[in-house]
């Protein structure tokens, strides 16, 4: 049965994305924490890498229109990106497997200097997005989160 159901678009899986992010990470909560990274870096490692592996997961999809798996979508964000954003992706797919990530030498200076950098390239990317998809809606939803991330 499941199997005759057809599969989601790219743009439907964009959409999903793009929804999800502005009700899961366009929160005071989430911006507080990636506008002050001194406090996401308190957070536990699932909170943590949770919000710094969305929107890279999110740009995957729309880039490559595959679902965007944690491994694939870092691999391909590093592969695509650089600069503090891509180390970060990079050490917040490492901090995932262990419980002290905060041992780790450097990673409160990697959030601080990614963290912010990630969300306005995600931000500005599917504001652009949802432009072209017609989405005016969601484009101004995002053009207002980017707004609050400055």
């Not at 990614?114 to 101004?140: C, I, K, N, W």
């Amino acid at each position: 049965m499941r199997d005759k159901l057809p599969l989601p678009t790219q743009k439907d899986l964009v959409l999903a994305g793009a929804e999800f992010a502005l009700w899961r990470l366009c929160t005071d909560e989430v911006i507080g924490k990636v506008k002050n990274p001194g406090a996401l870096a308190q957070s536990n490692s699932k909170t943590l890498t949770k919000l710094i592996l969305f929107p890279v997961r999110f740009m995957f999809t729309a880039q490559t229109g595959e679902v965007g798996r944690n491994e694939a979508a870092v691999e391909h964000f590093v592969a695509t990106t650089d600069g503090p954003s891509s180390i970060l992706a990079r050490l917040a797919l490492e901090w995932r497997n262990i419980e002290d990530w905060q041992a780790n030498k450097g990673a409160v200076e990697a959030i601080k200097a990614g963290t912010v950098p990630l969300y306005q390239a995600f931000v500005s990317d599917h504001q652009q997005r949802m432009r072209e998809y017609g989405r005016d809606d969601l484009a101004e939803a995002f053009e207002r989160w980017r707004l609050r991330l400055q």
